[in-house]
């Protein structure tokens, strides 16, 4: 039953370790995206996929790589994590592109970089 | 660019008492408006949303009224309830170029006590 699911739920790992977050919605939706939500509740968008091509890449350093194998999928591999890697990662579905489609979340995964 | 503010946090009222969060946006084009809530642990949920000037949103007791004049999207609530106590962000979705993304304010956390 549930829309967007996310596996981990939490994830504690040490510097330098290599990692992935996966997503998978089951709504049927087009587009997909992966958020970061800091220390502070702030949340800024860092990438977004339309039909498995990338179409949003903020300014996120390169160690961050999504993969989406399919429409219902986006994965989130991160290389080397640093300290400040450590934030709740949700994933986000939406039917389509456009300013009108509201966004369904995942229940996040919360990184810890120790 | 396109940006959100919210009124600072937190806020703590009683249950029953009168809510207003304020919220006011910055953006280029027209906008669609969205309050998004955040219970403890959890994703986020979309709460009510309005697509148009003059647009009304409304779900659960909770309304806002999209008002271009004034660049805001104020959310009310008549009567809050200790299960209203959570974390509320306003977003913007500018469409066009902007694929989809949404942009977040900063987040209210609001707290009800009995």
């Known amino acids: 039953d549930t829309a967007v699911s996310q596996t981990p739920k939490y994830l504690v790992t040490q510097m330098g370790n290599d990692k992935s977050i996966k997503c998978e919605q089951n709504l049927g939706h087009d587009t997909m995206y992966w958020y970061k939500q800091d220390s502070k509740k702030f949340l800024k968008i860092m990438f977004s996929?339309?039909?498995?091509?990338?179409?949003i890449n903020e300014t996120v350093p390169n160690r961050f790589s999504p993969k989406s194998p399919d429409k219902a999928h986006l994965n989130l591999h991160i290389n080397s994590l640093e300290l400040g890697d450590s934030a709740v990662y949700f994933c986000?579905?939406?039917?389509?592109?456009?300013?009108?489609?509201?966004?369904?979340f995942g229940p996040g995964t919360r990184l810890t970089v120790t | 660019g396109d940006s959100v503010t919210q009124m600072e946090g937190p806020v703590t009222l009683s249950e029953e008492a009168f809510l207003t969060i304020n919220c006011t946006y910055t953006?280029?084009?027209?906008?669609?408006l969205f309050w998004y809530v955040q219970y403890p642990g959890e994703g986020l949920q979309l709460l009510l949303k309005a697509t148009k000037a003059d647009d009304k949103g409304s779900n659960k007791g909770f309304e806002a009224t999209y008002r271009k004049e004034t660049t805001s999207f104020h959310l009310e609530k008549g009567s809050v309830q200790v299960s209203d106590s959570a974390v509320y962000f306003c977003a913007l979705n500018a469409g066009g170029t902007s694929y989809g993304k949404l942009t977040f304010g900063q987040g209210t956390i609001l707290t009800v006590h009995p």
């Open positions: 986000a579905s939406s039917q389509a592109v456009g300013s009108t489609y509201e966004q369904y």
């Open positions: 953006a280029t084009g027209y906008p669609s």
């Open positions: 996929y339309n039909n498995k091509e990338l179409i």
